[in-house]
């Protein structure tokens, strides 16, 4: 990151590819997206050479899911089957591509098994919930925040040891926390382990955390592609999605190698509707308005929300966050 | 009820001395719902009050614990094992059966006089404070021990009512705690413990041999600790209560210092470190 089309993506929006009534994917429509979106990220006239700019057939492919809003919000499987089609016409073996999440009740709720080829991996690391043992004790990133005694988060050992390549799969929502969570918020508290000590009463060192992880190496290197799925989103009371008055359908999927510049683009998908909806802006610091316990009030916040994780990661490198140097293709299918 | 003596080595008893202090029964209490000064899950530990009062007997009355008494009478021996404490500890068959299983355990561990490594001398002055601070060091597994006068050797020495520490300092003991953390300096820890908040180690060594005892007061394995302790220890070699065959992974010896793993945890075990 920020690879190869840094200040670069590609929008690729359809009024049909998600049914608002009753949130069924239309999936030819999804494929089309799908098409559209990576051979105009990567100037190709077929998707096989497209998706070979990222990925070879001696790849082993992690796609990063986002289930943390599972079964409801999560990394679309129709999306992802897509991806996982692409990665085996190239000549991947299915074995060698792994669907990865951290925890397995929010992964195994989605049944991705039923829209990728039988080999597929899909796993959950941390089984059970708070196991180190899916994680790398040799890499780590070491910060005390609150006074807490473990103050190591380790990266998850498939991306150290296994994975040559990933595909981030975020999803489009507001977080309590970070602001908004995109491609930053996925790739990096997604695949560490003991993130949530970040957090604590009102403050959360989102801020600086996100990117510091998401440039850790090998993470950093072996992320080559953005695949937001926009299908549906969140835009309050997010990462979760226990109030379904918060779910919308954005309906689209953005691509891109640049996780900065996809996340400033999230900005203002989240807080464009949060203005509509007249909820807090998600630049609201104000303490008056953070109280605990209050998630489906949208005039209050949880945290002290730090959506400026992603003008932090911009600065530590991981891409372009300046909106006037974001060139963005808009495609409509 | 049954009563068990838990000394250097456990055995059964008719009763308990009356002289003999009480210990609470081990565990750990999760107050989810309980406003506090941490969210860390509230460990009911003893070992502070066994290195208060050495050559005292203890006692442990578990017949009100909420705990069956197959998982926490076990708990209770290793404790007082791994601190050396004559204790009896009152239970019911269940527990005296666990007991003995724990008995026989401890057992097959080979004795080793070492002395216990400490990075921070407390001045104990017998207040109720000073305990509190005693027992949040422990549950943070800073390392301490018991001194008369500031040790020049120690990292660190505390004494209550002191310019450094005054008293009204001590009505925080977990803000004293992270207070004397950061005046040793994490860096500077003997001993490390990550991926869990509910196990408390001790450490003995003589240099070239040193022991790592591993307290798992939470009654569900921790599935993967990760222990960190200074010195460089090329061989590790560990033993733990009903799982025979368990083996350490990713020990790693670098800047002076041994880590390893331990995969699954259940009540106790012992790594013993060689050079």
């Known amino acids: 990151m920020p690879g190869p089309y840094p200040g670069r993506a590609v929008r690729a929006h359809s009024e049909k590819c998600i049914d608002s009534t009753t949130s069924r994917v239309d999936v030819p429509t999804v494929r089309q997206m799908m098409s559209d979106g990576i051979r105009t990220l990567t100037h190709e006239k077929t998707d096989r050479d497209a998706w070979a700019h990222f990925v070879g057939p001696k790849d082993v492919v992690g796609i990063k899911l986002n289930c943390s809003g599972a079964p409801q919000i999560r990394s679309a499987p129709e999306v992802v089957g897509v991806i996982v089609d692409n990665l085996v016409s190239l000549g991947i073996p299915p074995e060698n591509i792994y669907l990865y999440e951290r925890f397995l009740d929010q992964l195994t709720s989605v049944h991705y098994e039923r829209y990728v080829p039988e080999g597929v991996n899909i796993v959950a690391i941390e089984t059970p919930r708070g196991s180190v043992l899916g994680y790398d004790p040799r890499v780590y990133v070491e910060v005390d925040f609150f006074g807490e005694d473990d103050t190591r988060s380790n990266m998850i050992r498939l991306v150290t040891e296994r994975f040559t390549k990933i595909i981030n799969v975020p999803n489009m929502k507001d977080h309590q926390a970070a602001g908004v969570t995109g491609c930053l918020k996925n790739i990096a508290y997604g695949d560490f382990s003991n993130v949530a000590r970040s957090h604590s009463h009102e403050k959360t060192n989102t801020f600086s955390f996100i990117g510091t992880l998401a440039s850790t190496e090998p993470l950093r290197s072996r992320t080559v592609l953005q695949v937001m799925d926009g299908l549906r989103g969140v835009w309050h009371g997010g990462p979760f999605s226990q109030y379904p008055q918060f779910r919308f359908f954005p309906k689209q999927i953005v691509f891109g190698t640049d996780p900065v510049a996809i996340d400033r683009l999230l900005i203002d998908v989240i807080e464009n509707k949060r203005k509509a909806e007249g909820a807090l802006s998600i630049w609201d610091r104000s303490m008056e308005n953070v109280k605990r316990g209050h998630n489906e009030d949208i005039r209050v916040n949880h945290f002290i929300r730090e959506p400026g994780h992603i003008e932090f990661a911009g600065k530590l490198g991981l891409g372009v966050y300046d909106i006037s140097e974001i060139k963005v293709a808009e495609l409509e299918v | ?275």
């Open chain 2, 1 to 275: 009820m049954i009563w068990l003596v838990a000394a250097i080595l456990p055995a059964l008893a008719a009763d308990a001395p009356p002289d003999a202090v009480k210990l609470q029964a081990p565990q750990v209490e999760y107050h989810v719902n309980e406003a506090s000064a941490t969210t860390s899950p509230w460990v009911d530990a003893n070992g502070w009050q066994i290195v208060r009062a050495p050559g005292k007997h203890f006692y442990y009355d578990l017949s009100a614990s909420k705990i069956p008494s197959a998982r926490v009478a076990p708990l209770a021996a290793a404790e007082a094992f791994v601190y050396g404490a004559q204790a009896s500890i009152h239970t019911d068959q269940a527990g005296t059966d666990a007991f003995n299983r724990m008995l026989d355990f401890l057992k097959t561990i080979p004795g080793a006089d070492l002395p216990v490594v400490a990075d921070i001398g407390v001045v104990d002055d017998g207040s109720d404070e000073c305990g509190e601070l005693m027992n949040m060091l422990a549950r943070r597994n800073l390392l301490y021990k018991i001194v008369t006068a500031p040790d020049p050797k120690l990292a660190v020495n505390v004494s209550l009512g002191s310019k450094e520490y005054p008293k009204e300092g001590a009505a925080d003991p977990s803000m004293l705690a992270q207070k004397i953390r950061s005046q040793l300096g994490d860096e500077h820890r003997s001993l490390r413990v990550y991926g869990s908040e509910v196990v408390i180690a001790r450490l003995e060594s003589d240099g070239a041999h040193a022991r790592v005892h591993l307290l798992n007061y939470a009654f569900r394995p921790v599935v993967g600790l990760r222990v960190r302790v200074a010195g460089s220890y090329a061989h590790q070699t560990v033993r733990a209560f009903g799982k025979p065959d368990l083996k350490l992974q990713d020990a790693a010896v670098s800047g002076g210092a041994t880590e390893f793993t331990l995969p699954d945890l259940g009540t106790y075990a012992v790594v013993d470190l060689t050079k």
